[in-house]
Structures are given as C-alpha cells and as structure tokens.
C-alpha cells in the first residue's frame, strides 16, 4: 500500500512511499517503509534494511528492501492505494526478523 510516510528527521515532513503492512494496534494499521534504494550492498550493508526481492509493487521491476527497524503507525483513512500482495514466504521472513529485532 502506499501512504505518507514522515522522514525520522522531522516528522512536519515527509512523502508518499510504498509500506508493507504487517499488523495492526486498534484502529491503526502497522506498516514498515519499502525502498529501491540498496542498503546492502558489498560496500555498505545495514542491518535495519532486508532485500524482498521484486515485484508489482514497483513499476520499474526494481529490487526492493524493507526498513525492518521503524515500524509505522497508519491510520486507515490515510491509505492512498494498495499496491501488491508480498508472497507469503517473504512476509514471513520480514516479520521473523522484524520479531528478532524486538
């Protein structure tokens, strides 16, 4: 799904981006930020990020990551559109290491 998405610097600003829902608390919906830019590549790798691979969630077919370290809070009615259904396998990895991180 797609929403806005604050920037951990300064949550007055942000964009809308890609997330990957993997819960909810009450009427919240939790999400975790999806990106094309690599942040484990062989010059710089980082722990809070982890490759999902590709798919119809980016029209340009490029390989995705998820920040597995900052889990968003969105409230339903600030959906923009959804986007794509992760595989099953890949969800489960996400959210085993998400769960590792806690």
């Given at each position: 799904?797609?929403?806005?998405?604050?920037?951990?610097?300064?949550?007055?600003?942000?964009?809308?981006?890609?997330?990957?829902?993997?819960?909810?608390?009450?009427?919240?919906?939790?999400?975790?930020?999806?990106?094309?830019?690599?942040?484990?590549?062989?010059?710089?790798?980082?722990?809070?990020?982890?490759?999902?691979?590709?798919?119809?969630?980016?029209?340009?077919?490029?390989?995705?990551?998820?920040?597995?370290?900052?889990?968003?809070?969105?409230?339903?009615?600030?959906?923009?559109?959804?986007?794509?259904?992760?595989?099953?396998?890949r969800f489960?990895?996400?959210?085993?290491?998400?769960?590792?991180?806690?």
């Amino acid at each position: 799904m797609w929403t806005w998405v604050p920037f951990e610097e300064d949550y007055s600003k942000g964009k809308d981006r890609p997330v990957l829902l993997v819960g909810r608390d009450g009427d919240d919906l939790l999400a975790l930020m999806l990106t094309s830019k690599d942040h484990n590549n062989p010059a710089h790798h980082d722990e809070r990020y982890m490759d999902i691979g590709t798919g119809p969630w980016d029209r340009q077919g490029r390989p995705s990551e998820v920040n597995v370290d900052r889990v968003i809070r969105v409230q339903a009615e600030n959906v923009r559109r959804e986007g794509a259904t992760l595989d099953r396998r890949r969800f489960d990895d996400v959210v085993g290491r998400l769960n590792s991180r806690r």
